[in-house]
């Protein structure tokens, strides 16, 4: 089966947007339905009965397991600014590493470049992921 990868990425960014392990979603490989189980929301699918003992599912994985973290930070810094390494190095020792990362960025005129960017190198990340785990997506669209 060919699936949606906007509905993928969806569920990433659900997955991405808060802590570890609060929030997990489950692609089915059989359906393309993706089943939520969200702490914060409290958004609970109901999960079919062969849930636990089919492999037509799989969790969709978090930011942090695909190194978009921090390192892709540092990655944007080396390509795109790299005169500003040691003030990232530095925005990233403290706490709101990522507020005060866009903030330097934004002072030198790269907020834009790094979303842009930032945004590529998700999709790429979950694409590889989609391969990797032999899930079929649809042609893009023009």
């Not at 062969?50 to 397991?65: A, G, L, R, V, W």
């Not at 866009?102 to 842009?116: A, V």
Request: aromatic letters at 12%; one cysteine or more.
């Amino acid at each position: 089966m060919q699936h949606d990868f906007p509905k993928i990425e969806l569920a990433f960014d659900s997955v991405s947007s808060q802590m570890p392990s609060m929030c997990t979603a489950y692609l089915c490989r059989n359906s393309g339905k993706i089943f939520y189980l969200d702490d914060a929301t409290g958004i609970y699918d109901e999960l079919p009965d062969d849930f636990e003992t089919s492999d037509d599912y799989i969790e969709i994985p978090h930011k942090n397991e695909l190194d978009l973290g921090s390192d892709l930070a540092f990655d944007f810094t080396r390509a795109h600014a790299p005169n500003l390494l040691d003030d990232v190095r530095e925005v990233f020792s403290r706490k709101g590493a990522y507020r005060g990362f866009k903030s330097l960025l934004s002072r030198n005129g790269l907020l834009e470049n790094w979303f842009n960017y930032e945004q590529a190198e998700i999709e790429a990340a979950l694409k590889q992921w989609c391969k990797d785990n032999a899930i079929e997506l649809k042609p893009d669209e023009p």
